[in-house]
């Protein structure tokens, strides 16, 4: 089993910025790949980011490009997504996930095998 917590999410202005948190537990966090997806209310969950699980490819959505960074501290089993110039469109929850032994398909939420609970954010115009 893996647990993921996320934290960091809150109320921020427009250009303004926020890091997400995702702390790992119960497995080598170094076997995973790990994503952050965005789910606005009233639509699917959709992908935001990726780190593939040798830390040798990373993945953008287009929309954050960017804005957004994704990075991992493997002493701390914590993967982070630095937000940058923040968008009211970026308003959503934030969610984290991991994916065992992947590289391939991290845009795909059917890639993952572990999620976490969310973590709101939302942008004020």
């Known amino acids: 089993q893996v647990q993921l917590v996320e934290s960091g999410g809150g109320l921020v202005q427009a250009g303004g910025s926020l890091r997400l948190s995702c702390a790992a537990s119960?497995?080598?966090?170094?076997?995973?790949?790990m994503g952050w997806f965005l789910q606005a209310p009233g639509k699917e969950r959709e992908f935001v980011a990726a780190?593939?699980?040798?830390?040798?490819?990373?993945y953008y959505a287009d929309s954050v490009k960017g804005r957004f960074t994704i990075s991992r501290d493997s002493a701390k089993n914590t993967v982070y997504l630095q937000m940058n110039s923040l968008k009211p469109e970026d308003t959503a929850v934030y969610y984290c996930?991991?994916?065992?032994?992947?590289?391939?398909?991290?845009?795909?939420?059917?890639?993952?095998?572990?999620w976490g609970q969310g973590t709101q954010v939302t942008v004020s115009s």
């Open positions: 996930a991991a994916a065992i032994n992947r590289s391939t398909y991290l845009r795909l939420r059917g890639s993952y095998d572990y």
């Open positions: 119960g497995r080598t966090f170094s076997m995973y790949a």
């Open positions: 780190n593939s699980w040798r830390g040798d490819n990373t």
